[in-house]
């Protein structure tokens, strides 16, 4: 999946997951995809939850060995 | 002016003091509607974190002025977040709950339920944040636990406390909502640890089996643990009699409710054990027994005291599960329209037989959640 931007939220605890995929999303343009890694295991449901209501799309995500990997689409 | 935190005994506290608060939950919708902390006289309001990362002016309406406020989330990080921003709009007392829910999942409770002949005592463990409940049964130096929940040091702590050794750990049943403490505490003290070997086929480690009508003695003073078989939740539920005043019910008969024979994934089989159980053979025992569950469902189950305990007599008149003459609309009861089943139950399930080792961080989020083990 093409990302525009990829951001490393590794190691960081909530609310920084958020609070880091909020700012790097204004780098995005609208129809474009933010890549989102992350260990928090918190984040899977905030980063879903967040993206609903922030009218962007979660598009994909994968887990491996503790890494979270979210591909989230902005949206218009 | 900083943010005050608040620990999560004291919310546990409040609860059982019937206390007044305001508490504003910062989880999503879904976990806020999944599981909270429950009391009569909180007040509520939920909004995520993530909707206030550009500030709370808008939620400022919504929050008491001459009030204390208590912000809770997940773990503790969000909710320290946004008291913060609370405090920097001006308000003074406010608190970010330490831990958050997850510290709430594990608190436990000790509340004193009776004593016992000899000097013996009973104890009750209350475990507000799952409706979990567990006992230490001490009598001459030394002390049962039953149904152990995973925090083991609570009992250890209590016990040293009280100058007593563990020297009997029971479980009344396999667990499927919560990871049973007890070969860990069993392992830990060099107890004994008891298990029905109906339910313990697939279990990988030593146990001792423990069969309908056998005692056990603890203390040199004899207070007497009795099992009775009692199948139904699962097909190994076992309930204990202590001291013949006692009915240690497991997850068989609630206060407010009864188990729910589908954990097993065999909700049709074991119906008719379910109802031998509560409509047979509790009924011949003495009404006079108090029935201490393992798990409580609402806040309202609760005594006075925070204990949850109620005669067995009652339990007979009031309990609408006991009181289903039908064996037809009994049956539909219990297998059809169940609440949804506890989180990760089958990985719980697996961990208490012993054939999966989760992490400790996995064994916490395996337990997010109510228990949801009864039907109403």
């Known amino acids: 999946m093409n990302a525009a931007k990829v951001l490393d939220a590794k190691g960081l605890a909530c609310p920084m997951p958020i609070v880091k995929t909020k700012k790097a999303m204004k780098d995005v343009e609208a129809g474009e995809v933010l890549e989102i890694h992350a260990t928090d295991k918190g984040a899977k449901s905030d980063l879903t939850a967040w993206a609903k209501s922030g009218g962007h799309e979660l598009l994909k995500h994968e887990e491996e060995d503790g890494l979270f990997k979210f591909w989230i689409q902005k949206g218009e | ?376």
């Open chain 2, 1 to 376: 002016m900083t943010v005050k935190n608040m620990t999560i005994q004291d919310i546990a506290h409040k609860v059982l003091d019937n206390e007044e608060l305001f508490l504003l939950d910062v989880r999503t919708k879904d976990a806020y509607q999944d599981w909270k902390i429950e009391s009569g006289n909180f007040s509520y309001l939920n909004v995520p974190y993530f909707d206030l990362l550009d500030g709370v002016e808008e939620i400022m309406e919504q929050l008491p002025k001459n009030q204390p406020i208590a912000v809770i989330c997940a773990k503790g990080g969000s909710s320290q977040m946004v008291a913060e921003m609370l405090v920097e709009e001006g308000l003074t007392d406010v608190y970010s709950v330490e831990g958050g829910m997850k510290a709430w999942s594990e608190h436990l409770e000790p509340r004193k339920v009776s004593d016992l002949k000899d000097g013996g005592e009973l104890y009750q463990f209350v475990r507000l944040g799952k409706g979990c409940l567990s006992y230490m049964v001490t009598s001459g130096g030394e002390a049962a636990i039953i149904d152990a929940v995973r925090m083991t040091e609570a009992y250890t702590e209590f016990a040293e406390k009280l100058g007593v050794t563990i020297t009997n750990v029971f479980d009344t049943h396999l667990h499927a909502d919560h990871i049973s403490g007890g070969r860990r505490l069993a392992e830990t003290t060099g107890a004994v640890y008891w298990l029905p070997p109906e339910d313990a086929g697939e279990v990988v480690f030593n146990y001792q089996p423990l069969r309908d009508a056998d005692h056990v003695q603890i203390g040199q003073s004899h207070i007497d643990i009795h099992a009775l078989y009692s199948p139904g939740h699962t097909i190994g539920s076992t309930s204990f009699v202590v001291d013949d005043k006692f009915l240690m019910t497991g997850d068989i008969l609630f206060i407010d409710s009864i188990g729910r024979p589908d954990l097993a994934g065999k909700a049709e089989d074991w119906v008719g054990d379910l109802r031998e159980t509560l409509y047979t053979r509790y009924k011949e025992l003495s009404d006079e027994l108090i029935v201490l569950p393992a798990h409580f469902m609402i806040m309202d189950e609760l005594n006075e005291d925070g204990t949850v305990a109620e005669r067995l007599g009652t339990l007979f008149s009031r309990n609408h599960g006991l009181n289903i003459t039908n064996e037809e609309e009994f049956r539909r009861m219990v297998t059809e329209n169940l609440p949804p089943q506890p989180n990760a139950y089958q990985q719980i399930r697996e961990t208490n037989m012993g054939k999966i080792s989760p992490d400790h961080e996995e064994q916490r989020e395996m337990e997010i959640g109510p228990n949801r083990c009864a039907v109403r």
